[in-house]
């Protein structure tokens, strides 16, 4: 079975811009988390999406949202970027919410 | 203020010692344990999840979880170089069992 797979991998952006990253889970999972990971701050939620609805929300601004689809492949947007944006953004999925979770690659957004 | 707590190491073992790795908890009432492991510049791989009080093995990993004292604690058997990665401690913590809390990851070397 393929694993989780992000797109892009790596972002470069200027402060100020909006960026859209995406998720496809693995075939089967309609679970799908995000993820933010600092040096600083670790591993930090994000959100979950479960049957194209948010369920839980961690403790960051409204210029980060996020959607799912239909096939359950999601996306999740950063408007406005900040310096402090700049991390490796994780997306992991399970067969449900509360299964256990399989990270992809992640894709690293640097903001300029 | 829901908490994992895990040392950061560095932790250094010789090759074919057992490494053992501790994760304490602040929420009595949470349900689920997940130990990931990460290689630097690499996302994080699920390698052990318990949910039961007690012992649970895969191969040369045991995940052991004692609910009373809030502790969770994963031991390496047999430590190979290929072990060196950071571990990450994760919860699900009662009131928010559709997130993972992660610590902040213990460095493990295992010296050839």
């Known amino acids: 079975k393929a694993g989780v797979t992000q797109t892009p991998r790596y972002l470069i952006k200027t402060r100020g811009q909006q960026v859209t990253l995406s998720c496809s889970p693995i075939?089967?999972?309609?679970?799908v988390s995000w993820y933010q990971q600092t040096p600083g701050q670790g591993l930090q939620f994000l959100f979950e999406?479960?049957?194209?609805?948010?369920?839980n929300k961690g403790n960051f601004p409204g210029r980060f949202s996020g959607r799912q689809f239909s096939n359950s492949r999601s996306e999740m947007n950063v408007s406005t970027l900040e310096l402090g944006d700049s991390a490796l953004y994780l997306c992991?999925?399970?067969?449900?919410?509360?299964?256990?979770?399989?990270f992809g690659p992640g894709t690293r957004l640097t903001v300029l | 203020q829901k908490e994992v707590e895990q040392n950061s190491g560095p932790l250094s073992v010789p090759e074919g010692a057992i490494a053992s790795l501790n994760c304490t908890y602040s929420?009595?009432?949470?349900?689920?344990f997940f130990w990931y492991r990460q290689y630097s510049g690499k996302s994080p791989e699920l390698i052990m999840f318990?949910?039961?009080?007690g012992d649970k093995e895969d191969g040369r990993f045991t995940a052991q979880l004692n609910k009373a004292s809030q502790y969770v604690s994963l031991l390496i058997r047999d430590s190979q170089p290929s072990d060196s990665a950071t571990y990450l401690c994760?919860?699900?913590?009662?009131?928010?069992?559709?997130?993972?809390?992660f610590g902040s990851g213990t460095q493990l070397t295992v010296l050839p």
């Open positions: 999406y479960f049957s194209e609805t948010q369920r």
């Open positions: 994760a919860v699900t913590f009662s009131g928010s069992a559709r997130q993972l809390t």
């Open positions: 992991a999925s399970s067969q449900g919410p509360y299964n256990e979770q399989f």
């Open positions: 318990i949910y039961s009080n």
């Open positions: 929420d009595r009432g949470s349900q689920s």
């Open positions: 075939s089967g999972h309609r679970s």
